[in-house]
């Protein structure tokens, strides 16, 4: 199993000896996390701290979602990936007033030197 969907009410998460339990109002069982990969929750459940360091020391991504809300659902990454770093890192240079501005000369410059009319 890579994807686990949580979508009851009033579930239960714990884990014990690497293993997640899930915990509903009539069933329980258990999943291995280092077969986990994403886990997609679309109610409300009982979570901790303890829990969400555990699965992201495993690797496991975690989105959160409600489908009765009319929300963006959030991601949990447990380590960013390549793109997070480029995307940020172009915010940053775009936010930063002296390199847009050095970039905007450079673009005139360029366009002056460079136009064949």
């Known amino acids: 199993m890579e994807t686990l969907y949580i979508t009851r009410k009033n579930t239960a ?64 990454v447990p380590e960013p990936v390549h793109c997070v770093y480029r995307r940020r890192g172009q915010y940053l240079r775009i936010a930063h007033e002296p390199t847009c501005l050095r970039q905007a000369k450079g673009l005139v410059h360029y366009t002056r030197c460079c136009s064949f009319t």
Do not use: W
């Open 13 to 76: 998460l714990s884990i014990r000896q690497g293993q997640l339990d899930v915990l509903t109002d009539d069933k329980r069982f258990s999943v291995n996390i280092d077969r986990l990969q994403r886990m997609f929750i679309l109610a409300d459940i009982s979570l901790n701290t303890s829990i969400l360091h555990n699965l992201s020391t495993h690797g496991v991504c975690l989105f959160f979602g409600n489908e009765r809300v009319n929300s963006h659902p959030i991601a949990m």
